[in-house]
């Protein structure tokens, strides 16, 4: 009976917290600035971002740079975060590949709700880029892309397509592929499926947290999180 009034007690601070964060067009409340986070990290521990660097997991975040779909740079600062518990579950991934001499390299997490606003004016095809109506399990921060590389050389390891391959190619159910493509999205696959992540169909390099929904969607600007433990 404590531990529900407990629960009751955390769940209602948390409405207070967002309680002053507008609707937006969508109808979407969507946690706009470092100090609304802040107040609902503090409530909840495990909504804290975590930098996937600190745990040792190699990045390449492309939307740092222009080498993405878009041409352009859509991140002011090279960091990949997501929330605690989605990044203890990666390390798990992490760990588990380790004695076979394979890792993991992540290409996006945690991104902010504006970016997901620019990505779809182009593209606006749900099964690659997330509709802004909806939000991004990514704006949650609870959602990672990613690939398999090999440890001694940080060499990336054959894969159906490159990342962001907006093609019939890059879905899971795709196999007119060389062999050591398919056993590798295989393997990432089932590594990742039993550290509790869901793939995504119509992207290999996409993987949502499988308690995504208790994460609000966030538009907070990556280079204010930087730092931030």
């Given at each position: 009976?404590?531990?529900?009034?407990?629960?009751l007690a955390?769940?209602?601070?948390?409405?207070?917290?967002?309680?002053?964060?507008?609707?937006?067009?969508?109808?979407?409340?969507?946690v706009?600035?470092?100090?609304?986070?802040?107040?609902?990290?503090?409530?909840?521990?495990e909504?804290?971002?975590?930098?996937?660097?600190?745990l040792?997991?190699?990045?390449?975040?492309?939307?740092?740079t222009p080498?993405n779909?878009?041409?352009?740079?859509l991140?002011?600062?090279?960091?990949?975060?997501?929330?605690?518990?989605?990044a203890?579950?990666?390390?798990?991934?992490q760990?588990?590949?380790?004695?076979?001499?394979?890792?993991?390299?992540?290409?996006?997490?945690?991104?902010?709700y504006?970016v997901t606003?620019?990505?779809?004016?182009?593209?606006?095809?749900?099964?690659?880029?997330?509709?802004?109506a909806?939000?991004?399990?990514?704006?949650?921060g609870?959602?990672?892309?990613?690939?398999?590389?090999?440890l001694?050389?940080?060499?990336?390891?054959?894969?159906?397509?490159?990342?962001?391959?907006?093609t019939?190619?890059?879905?899971?159910?795709f196999?007119?592929?060389?062999?050591?493509?398919?056993?590798?999205?295989?393997?990432?696959?089932?590594?990742?499926?039993?550290?509790?992540?869901?793939p995504?169909?119509?992207?290999?390099?996409?993987?949502d947290?499988?308690?995504?929904?208790?994460?609000?969607?966030m538009?907070?600007?990556?280079?204010?999180?930087?730092?931030?433990?």
């Amino acid at each position: 009976m404590r531990l529900t009034a407990r629960l009751l007690a955390l769940l209602f601070a948390i409405a207070c917290a967002t309680a002053d964060v507008p609707a937006n067009r969508h109808g979407l409340r969507v946690v706009p600035d470092l100090a609304t986070y802040e107040r609902l990290a503090r409530l909840d521990p495990e909504k804290r971002l975590v930098d996937l660097q600190s745990l040792g997991i190699p990045i390449d975040i492309r939307y740092a740079t222009p080498n993405n779909f878009m041409k352009q740079t859509l991140y002011p600062v090279a960091k990949a975060y997501l929330r605690a518990p989605t990044a203890r579950a990666l390390a798990e991934v992490q760990n588990e590949l380790a004695p076979r001499g394979i890792g993991i390299q992540v290409f996006d997490a945690y991104r902010p709700y504006r970016v997901t606003e620019a990505m779809w004016e182009p593209i606006k095809n749900p099964d690659f880029v997330a509709d802004p109506a909806k939000g991004s399990r990514h704006n949650r921060g609870a959602a990672v892309d990613l690939t398999l590389i090999d440890l001694r050389t940080g060499a990336e390891l054959a894969m159906p397509t490159p990342y962001d391959d907006f093609t019939p190619r890059a879905a899971h159910a795709f196999t007119d592929l060389p062999a050591d493509a398919l056993a590798n999205r295989a393997l990432l696959r089932d590594v990742m499926t039993k550290h509790g992540f869901e793939p995504l169909p119509s992207e290999w390099w996409h993987y949502d947290f499988k308690a995504w929904e208790r994460f609000e969607l966030m538009d907070v600007p990556l280079e204010e999180l930087f730092g931030v433990r």
